[in-house]
């Protein structure tokens, strides 16, 4: 029995804070404008009690994102090899700038004292560098590789900061694979064995099963490699199963079933003898991989009852198993589901609504075993809290029924359910168009800080629906008044883009007045600082040279800020070492010189010239050096979309 939990506020959506052109329908800023989307029930997973806060799990989370990037490359690469070429022209000088600027770079990078920071952008230089020149790009990769292999190694394990140092080189590390594995994702498996780090003698307790990010990176490559060395890649997933099963195992499967359908049969049938020894009563890998392996795989013989509704493009990349594999799958799963204690049920969501899926096949390969199984669903499904078994009720009403249906379940209805009901009673009776009646329905919610949410998501839906029939100027004096300056000003940036989209070249310029009025002055917060390159980015599609002022005057204030940011460090946080501001772990000052440069690169291509101008004004080597790298990397990357016949990645 697969159970739905509805998610609160399931209805908003938010477009880019920063004034960026965002299709309507997806709304203006996270701080502006919101659409409603229809409300979708969804399974949802229960936090263990005792979780810790999200902020505690940084460096996972960071090596997450980093992997999910990683396997995004192929399709990317694959998606820019299909365009159609075109002749350079006006770019070849931009192109040169760029390159002159690399070489700047790497001489400026050499003479840094932070190793981290010299290897760090002197390996970013060489993969911008590639294309090129791809020996010496190859040559300088090798020689940071072997650079942050001795740093690692001669890190003293006795220094306070040994824990601080160690993690700011495995973010390094996996910083430098992702970038190398978008031009070579051997030479990116390399250079993460290269640089391994000594695990920790200490190991998590048996009990906590937390995934390797060391091994989910590597199979992330292995599936990179597959394409073009099936062979390879089958090994490395192979040689992995020593060290546990990973749910990354599913991705190698997945492009070795196009390249190689017996490596891919073979590979599977290996996973599936392995997870006879893995506990599949938690939300563990390995339940990732056992369930991930039930809609990939299906038996050599009765294909086609395993897979009826299939349609041909998908059977193709299903991985055929012989029967007797496909059967200890299913047998597996459901043995896991039958013996999962009542006290565990909170943690084994997956496995439950894996269920469904496996109940037919159940009865054919184990149907000893279907009675326990369907039992167990059961109990599984009075266990969810009150909450979710109260809205099972109401979740036929809520997605088909009528506005009238909803207020009088609402009416009946428990206080916290009864409000939601009436909520979206409302909203169905905007989408029939009759505002003034939702927003009585609305001040029948109980709760006044949930009325007062739903409330405004109301009136943020009315304004949404103003830029949907075109009327930027009235959707502008829809904007709430109880809005806050921050939010004000983004929906401002978000109208201003949105003018500019439909050559409605006044408006804009009068909507980006209105916002600079917002954030006027001397820059004396982050939020200000931010503030004030979002106003840049909007300038860029009506007045670019407004927009370069605008950061030249920034990277002169960036440049004052970081001076007095180094006089008093140590008294808070601690950024910067040998002279240098160092790279990793929250850096206040690192991000927004990350923020900058992200707005000077996006606006390089309009003019690298001038961009490069005003990289080169930032007084610091490693602030030059890190800024100039994305402005180069921005108008290489331009440069080489237009020869392809691409709209440049981010063009505005």
């Not at 040689?239 to 991705?251: H, M, P, R, T």
């Not at 983004?490 to 310029?509: C, D, G, I, P, V």
Request: charged share 25%; with cysteine; glycine share 6%.
């Amino acid at each position: 029995m697969c159970t739905l939990h509805r998610p609160a506020d399931s209805r908003q959506r938010f477009a880019p804070a920063d004034g960026r052109p965002a299709s309507v329908g997806h709304g203006p800023a996270r701080a502006g404008l919101v659409t409603r989307a229809p409300d979708r029930l969804r399974t949802a997973r229960k936090q263990p009690a005792g979780a810790c806060h999200a902020r505690d799990h940084l460096l996972p989370l960071t090596l997450g994102l980093i992997i999910l990037a990683v396997a995004a490359l192929p399709a990317r690469a694959q998606d820019a090899s299909a365009a159609k070429p075109v002749e350079a022209g006006a770019d070849d000088k931009a192109e040169e700038r760029a390159y002159a600027l690399l070489e700047d770079v790497i001489a400026k990078a050499q003479a840094l004292k932070l190793p981290e920071n010299r290897i760090r952008f002197q390996t970013t230089a060489a993969c911008l560098l590639w294309p090129r020149d791809e020996g010496r790009a190859r040559t300088i990769i090798a020689e940071n590789m072997n650079a942050l292999a001795s740093l690692i190694a001669g890190a003293d394990t006795t220094d306070p900061r040994f824990a601080e140092r160690s993690q700011a080189y495995t973010i390094l590390r996996y910083e430098l694979v992702r970038m190398i594995a978008a031009r070579d994702a051997k030479l990116a498996l390399n250079f993460l064995r290269g640089t391994r780090q000594e695990r920790p003698a200490a190991r998590r307790p048996p009990a906590v099963s937390a995934p390797d990010p060391e091994l989910a990176l590597e199979l992330t490559l292995a599936a990179q490699i597959a394409p073009g060395d099936a062979k390879e890649a089958a090994r490395i997933a192979e040689e992995s199963l020593g060290s546990g099963v990973a749910a990354e195992l599913l991705n190698v499967l997945g492009r070795l079933s196009t390249a190689d359908g017996e490596a891919a049969t073979a590979l599977a049938t290996d996973i599936i003898k392995k997870l006879q020894a893995e506990d599949l009563t938690s939300e563990g890998d390995a339940t990732v991989v056992a369930v991930g392996l039930l809609s990939m795989t299906r038996a050599a013989r009765g294909s086609a009852e395993a897979a009826p509704d299939r349609a041909d493009a998908d059977a193709r990349a299903v991985i055929t198993v012989d029967e007797q594999t496909r059967g200890d799958l299913i047998g597996m799963i459901a043995a896991a589901a039958a013996s999962v204690p009542a006290g565990r049920m909170a943690n084994a969501h997956l496995l439950f609504n894996s269920l469904p899926a496996v109940m037919p096949e159940l009865e054919r390969y184990a149907p000893g075993q279907w009675a326990a199984v369907r039992a167990k669903s059961d109990e599984f499904g009075r266990s969810l809290d009150p909450s979710a078994r109260a809205w099972q009720k109401y979740e036929g009403l809520v997605q088909q029924g009528s506005a009238d249906a909803l207020l009088e379940a609402a009416a009946k209805a428990p206080a916290e359910v009864g409000d939601e009901l009436y909520a979206d009673a409302a909203f169905k009776i905007l989408d029939d168009g009759d505002p003034e009646r939702a927003r009585q329905i609305i001040n029948s919610i109980s709760d006044p800080q949930r009325r007062a949410r739903k409330s405004k998501l109301l009136e943020q839906q009315l304004l949404e629906r103003s830029l949907l029939r075109g009327k930027l100027e009235d959707a502008a004096q829809r904007i709430p008044p109880d809005a806050t300056p921050e939010e004000r000003f983004s929906t401002l940036l978000y109208l201003s883009n949105l003018a500019a989209q439909r050559k409605e070249t006044a408006l804009a310029r009068r909507f980006i007045s209105e916002a600079a009025g917002l954030v006027a002055g001397r820059v004396r917060s982050g939020s200000q600082f931010t503030a004030r390159l979002q106003l840049a980015r909007a300038l860029s599609a009506t007045e670019p040279k407004q927009a370069f002022a605008v950061l030249d005057e920034l990277a002169d204030q960036l440049n004052d800020l970081l001076a007095a940011a180094e006089v008093v460090d140590g008294f808070g946080p601690d950024c910067f070492s040998e002279g240098e501001l160092k790279p990793f772990a929250g850096n206040l000052w690192g991000g927004l010189v990350a923020q900058f440069g992200e707005e000077l690169a996006a606006l390089a291509p309009k003019d690298a010239e001038r961009a490069a101008s005003i990289a080169r004004k930032l007084q610091r080597d490693e602030v030059n050096v890190s800024v100039s790298l994305r402005v180069a990397g921005r108008v290489l990357a331009d440069a080489a979309a237009k020869r392809r016949g691409h709209a440049p990645t981010g063009a505005r």
